[in-house]
């Protein structure tokens, strides 16, 4: 073989070796990972989330079938939050509207606090809430990524050009009557399911940014129908400033806080 085609063969497989690299990436990167090791970043993702900022938007939709004297029989309204977060230990600040008020919403591991934008006093809703202290409007609850690592089999990645996305998905009524609680508390307003319930659909999307692995957005597709209620839900979060030593401070006036 002559010199010149030695040059050309060593050339070729030089762009060949040169072209594996980068449509494989490099160990670690997202290119180069298999699809059980996407859901297994994906999760980790979100379950070393520590801190950062939060918005929400989610939209509500209910109708009582039969609602005693004084309930609201529909609902139909879109909700919002924004605000601070830190974990371990969990500190949750922030403006949270229901549809028609403002009100500024405090959440520690075991307490609830609010209060209306004007107003001074904070009121204390830890006794109320404890029946759903998975619901904060946090995007996604630990217990849930810990759910979720039970399930890998049944989540998809879908791919964008900077990010990709986890997508659980369920009809299972009697999983959703046993671990809806943990699924959708980090919605805060998406639908409380039981064992009564006669369909049920969740929808989780996790996106998540190709480089450096960083949790960007949770998003929620709930349907629920059962003899009392029919609740349509779809709530979405957008994370910022994900693990840069945001923190949260405790605000004045909750020591003082009156139970309600």
């Known amino acids: 073989m002559t010199g010149y085609k ?17 449509g494989c990436g490099k160990k670690g990167e997202y290119g180069s990972l298999s699809e059980e090791e996407k859901i297994d970043k994906g999760l980790d993702a979100f379950e070393h989330l520590k801190n950062g900022k939060i918005e929400m938007k989610n939209h509500l939709k209910y109708e009582l079938k039969s609602p005693q004297e004084g309930q609201q029989s ?14 371990s230990p969990d500190h949750l600040l922030g403006v949270y509207y229901d549809g028609k008020n403002k009100n500024d919403f405090y959440n520690d591991a075991i307490s609830h606090y609010s209060k209306n934008v004007n107003d001074s006093e904070w009121v204390n809703y830890t006794e109320n809430s404890k029946r759903l202290r998975y619901r904060k409007p946090i995007g996604i609850n630990r217990e849930a990524i810990e759910f979720l690592k039970t399930k890998k089999k049944d989540i998809k990645v879908t791919d964008d050009k900077d990010s990709f996305t986890l997508v659980y998905e369920t009809d299972d009524v009697k999983l959703l009557g046993a671990n809806g609680d943990i699924l959708v508390g980090g919605s805060y307003n998406g639908p409380i399911y039981t064992d009564n ?13 190709k480089k450096g692995f960083k949790p960007m957005s949770v998003k929620y597709t709930c349907e629920q129908e059962s003899p009392q209620i029919t609740v349509n839900f779809k709530g979405s979060f957008k994370y910022s400033k994900q693990n840069s030593g945001v923190r949260v401070e405790v605000p004045s006036g909750i020591s003082n806080a009156a139970s309600k």
């Open 6 to 22: 030695k040059r050309t063969v060593i050339l070729i497989i030089g762009l060949i070796a040169l072209l594996g690299l980068v």
């Open 197 to 209: 319930d006669t369909n049920d659909k969740l929808k989780i999307e996790l996106t998540v940014s």
């Open 74 to 87: 529909k609902f139909d309204a879109t909700l919002t939050f924004k605000g601070d977060f830190e974990e």
